[in-house]
């Protein structure tokens, strides 16, 4: 059955990038391993070990829709509409670009709610991808999510951007994860308890 | 060999108790099992999964001492001098209480470097156990932690007292963890690197 989830990753002390946006200290694991997983922008693929190869993997192969927020969006340039998960965009802001046109598998819709929801119908038997943290925390505060997977990194950054800050409908609890160990991060995939 | 580790319980989004010092959200897994882990203190004892007994009776068996805060010992009446892993206590402060003994397997030390080091003659051979999150922190920045297990729950409190506030030394990286997975809560073992 179709899902909505969300996959970060995250530092031991909750942080998702360095006070700068930086993710050196996060994102090794992406590189850590020797095997290859080839991403839908033939431009990029993860090198990693076997076991979060076969965590990723199930990412990719089981996402219909990504929704993100207008400042991912804006950062990756809408990944020049070819997202590396091979899905559809959905970008949730209160303005469509002027050239929203250049974006044509990318979609704007206007809040949290519709944007999954938006997202649901693109994607349909398949899964929805939410990849910006800030939309994730109101999904999550709104009800619509099913699962939460976190790429747990062994480092204390001390500061930076937080994965979960300013929820408002917590607590949020879930069930006790699957866990995937992998070289350099450790997978927890939540079940959202209703 | 002897080490120096801390153990804390936490929740997914960073937090060890919430803003009232509560901990119901955080303590069930002590309590979720059919496995009764007897501690030093007759009067209490756990209630576990198995695999939570397991990691509790090394974490017990091991403790040569324990070094806590003034605040932890001044709201626990200092375990009535029997704290339930069985150890002596090393207790860092500015100043011991004037009824200190009452608490003659208890010492007294200003400073967490001489505290750390009180606790390691104290123990000996056996392990070395931080109880307070605030001295835990103060200790990693200092490069005296050897290990760090975290207990963590699958839920996000939103707020809350922080495990891991104000280090003054970061990035501390670990290696990856031994992962033991038990009833409402995943142990996370890891090494710290130096």
Redesign the interface.
Known sequence: MSKVYTHMTMS???YIADPGDGTD?LFGWYGAGDVTVPSADERWSFQVDANSAEMLREVLAGAGALVCGRRLFDLTNGWDDNHPIGAPVVVVTHRAPDAAAKWPRTTFVDGVAEGVTRAREIAGDRHVSIASADIARQA?DLGLVDEVC?S?V??????GIP??AD???????????T?I????A?H?W?RVRR
Chains 1, 2 share one sequence.
């Open positions: 031991l002390d909750g200290e999550l976190i747990l062994p480092v204390l950054l001390g500061n994965y979960f929820l408002t409908d917590a607590p949020h609890r879930f069930d006790d994860p866990v160990q992998g070289k350099g450790t927890l939540y």
